[in-house]
């Protein structure tokens, strides 16, 4: 069975400072990627997804991840972060090559500091 | 274009009273999702329905909990009896196929008391 793993449970940066929160999944078949934003007292939103071709995707808000096969990560970055990032963030796999059930992590919080 | 709407917002209840939840999902969409989301917990699929049909139902506690979805578009997830322990965020999400996202309303923070 597939599961995630977000090592972070809490990631505090300075404003315009670069950010890494890290996603590390386990399955035996291929699969798809997710990261999701959750802010305060709303749903969950997508950021970016991972379906095939290139491994670096690119998604909202200056957000981008690399998907990395051998290691089993799905790291999302961003080079400059804005108090308006404040969130918090979670990694997502599929079951195998289908988007109709996929598996959350426990989330990341990250807090940017002025 | 309207989101998923779900309602109430909270509600709060007491021990052993029955709670409904209600969502709307995006207008098209053909799967419906129920997820539970405890404090600092990414959330949990309680189930999933493509039109009217359960298709994926195998973590719902089906002693305590029902759901349905007439018609193939709205829904409601029930609980009845209410335990202490059922005091979490209800969130309800769409999607338009296999590929899709997934689309999340507000959620329904219920606190049982």
């Known amino acids: 069975a597939q599961s995630v793993t977000q090592l972070d449970s809490q990631v505090p940066v300075f404003e315009e400072a670069p950010v890494e929160l890290r996603c590390n999944y386990s399955?035996?078949?291929?699969?798809?990627l997710f990261w999701y934003v959750q802010y305060p007292n709303q749903g969950l939103q997508l950021l970016l997804k991972?379906?095939?071709?290139?491994?670096l995707v690119k998604g909202i808000n200056g957000f981008e991840a690399e998907f990395n096969k051998s290691q089993t990560s799905f790291h999302l970055r961003k080079p400059s972060v804005h108090i308006s990032d404040t969130a918090e963030y979670f990694c997502a796999v599929s079951e195998g090559y289908s988007a109709s059930k996929i598996i959350f992590g426990s989330g990341t919080r990250l807090s940017i500091r002025p | 274009e309207a989101g998923v709407v779900q309602s109430p917002r909270y509600k709060i209840i007491e021990k052993k009273q029955p709670v409904a939840f209600w969502c709307n999902p995006i207008s098209g969409h053909n799967t419906l999702y129920w997820y539970l989301q405890n404090l600092g917990q990414g959330p949990e699929l309680l189930i999933r329905y493509e039109n009217e049909e359960a298709v994926d139902d195998s973590q719902l506690p089906k002693d305590r909990f029902s759901a349905e979805r007439l018609k193939g578009v709205d829904s409601t997830l029930k609980i009845q009896p209410a335990e202490l322990g059922d005091s979490a965020v209800y969130l309800c999400a769409s999607s338009p196929g296999d590929r899709g996202e997934q689309y999340f309303g507000p959620g329904t923070r219920l606190t049982v008391t």
């Open positions: 399955s035996s078949v291929s699969v798809y």
């Open positions: 991972y379906l095939s071709g290139s491994t």
